[in-house]
């Protein structure tokens, strides 16, 4: 139920991301532009120039730049945030895991896109995957409304675990698609993210400090069981903000994981991202012929609801895992392999079949949902397949 | 020294009560020291002004004591001393 009447606009993912760090005002914007990303900071810098934000916005000549500017701001105590896409942020991979070892709470979209070669500017969570060991959180969003929420929750979420966090979207499929947003009042944005309360600040003269100092043998060790220590407080954090969320504006945002369909289901795909509407639609249709299945969509990733997902998904005979990625490995995608390795220590755990699909923005369509949909009830009455099974794709 | 354990640490590995530098024996690792030869010194400063690492202090506008707990050794001082005051000599391992 809504608790008031919101303020509906037609956005874009990057429009609605855009909208987000306008209402939150950040302090420091610093960012390159990278497809499909662009209109982020592009709207953004509008708005700056307009004079509707006090932002400090930061233009730099890469990628690796905008993530330093980042970490200097935040580092100084700063609200910060900025936005880029798949080689923007493999270019910031090294500078991606000093913002979170720091413990700086930037808060960063990504419109994901495939990794060249070959060169490609479409949808996949190859550059996502990338950063998944980095010490950031990660959210998956479905839609542009969930993106713009995300985004505020997000500021929250970071600034109380100390963490930094990307905010994540299907490229062109979501960044580009134009869907209502429901949108808070700027009051209402203030008031809910609040005011920074930094770990600590380089600024502080009062207290002088050093950081990212040499770490040898003798101390990295601990500082990192202590940074993987924080990731799992971030796990209470992230569920309390999400309900904070919902309850002060009535909604029913997930915080790890969406369940549809699931209560009196027999098998399960597991999704992220904008596959989750094209899988809803397809579990609805198959669901009028009889076939008992449910969606589990992960919302957050990282850190990793292990221990959700192997409560929820203990009780189907097969399960359906659907990655817009590859490892590399020959072993499938990482959410697959994530989630075999979640359901390990079960005695009795369903059969995970692991599917790839979409890689550089094929198209996922209502038909590959079908083919998927029949392949794990094939599965569940026992027929065998390949380890991997690719979707969409011409044999 | 008493290494902390990982509860310990303060978060974002940060470093208080700086400076922390002088409590860092950085002339463990070295084969050679300065000799100082006063004699002939002229109290120039230049290997004051020269050394990496503050080992040589000045009292008065004089060259004061070489602190040898912190000297790496690397020799700049003998180099750049303009009237050989300074030797260096094999330190004993
Ligand atoms: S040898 Fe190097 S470190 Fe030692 S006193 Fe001379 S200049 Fe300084
Ligand atoms: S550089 Fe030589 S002469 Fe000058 S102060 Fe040092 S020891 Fe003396």
């Keep these: 139920m809504k608790l008031k009447n919101l303020k509906k606009l037609a956005l874009t993912g990057n429009e609605a991301a855009a909208y987000a760090m306008k209402q939150i005002n950040p302090d420091v914007v610093a960012a390159y532009p990278i497809t499909p990303s662009t209109e982020i900071v592009q709207i953004f810098s509008k708005y700056v120039a307009d004079g509707e934000v006090d932002t400090e916005f930061v233009p730099v000549e890469s990628e690796h730049s905008a993530m330093s500017v980042c970490i200097g701001a935040s580092a100084a105590g700063a609200r910060v945030m900025t936005a880029t896409a798949s080689q923007g942020l493999a270019l910031m991979h090294e500078m991606l895991y000093i913002a979170s070892s720091l413990r700086l709470p930037i808060v960063m979209v990504v419109g994901n896109r495939a990794l060249s070669a070959p060169i490609n500017i479409h949808a996949d969570h190859s550059d996502a995957m990338g950063s998944r060991d980095s010490g950031w959180m990660q959210m998956f969003c479905e839609n542009p409304n969930e993106v713009y929420h995300t985004v505020i929750m997000a500021v929250k979420i970071a600034e109380k675990a100390n963490l930094p966090c990307m905010v994540e979207m299907d490229g062109f499929i979501t960044t580009h698609e134009m869907e209502m947003v429901e949108t808070l009042d700027d009051k209402e944005v203030q008031e809910f993210v609040k005011k920074r309360i930094p770990l600590y600040s380089v600024l502080n003269v009062e207290e002088p400090i050093t950081i990212g100092a040499l770490d040898l043998f003798d101390y990295y060790f601990e500082h990192k069981r202590g940074q993987v220590e924080a990731v799992f407080k971030a796990k209470k954090i992230i569920s309390e903000v999400v309900k904070e969320y919902n309850t002060k504006f009535g909604f029913n945002f997930p915080d790890f994981v969406e369940e549809y369909e699931t209560e009196d289901a027999e098998i399960c795909v597991v999704a992220m991202s904008s596959a989750a509407g094209t899988l809803k639609e397809a579990i609805d249709l198959k669901r009028e012929s009889g076939i008992k299945i449910g969606l589990i969509r992960i919302k957050t990733f990282r850190p990793f609801p292990y221990e959700i997902l192997r409560e929820r998904l203990r009780k189907f005979k097969a399960v359906g895992v659907m990655d817009r990625a590859e490892t590399m490995s020959t072993l499938g995608g990482p959410l697959s392999i994530e989630i075999k390795a979640s359901l390990y220590p079960l005695d009795k755990k369903p059969v995970i079949q692991n599917f790839i699909f979409g890689l550089g923005g094929r198209e996922f369509s209502l038909e590959d949902a079908f083919h998927v949909i029949e392949i794990i009830e094939n599965i569940k009455k026992g027929k065998k397949y390949d380890d991997v099974l690719y979707i969409g794709i011409r044999e | ?93």
């Design chain 2, 1 to 93: 020294m008493k290494l902390k354990n990982w509860k310990e640490l303060p978060e974002g590995a940060i470093i208080k009560n700086t400076p922390t530098s002088p409590e860092f024996k950085t002339g463990e690792w070295k084969t050679k020291e300065p000799y100082y030869h006063a004699e002939k010194c002229t109290h120039c400063l230049l290997c004051w002004l020269y050394c990496p690492d503050s080992v040589i202090t000045v009292k008065n506008k004089k060259i004061d004591v070489f602190l040898l707990e912190y000297c790496k050794g690397c020799g700049i001082c003998a180099k750049i001393c303009p009237v050989n005051a300074i030797e260096m000599r094999e330190v004993e391992l």
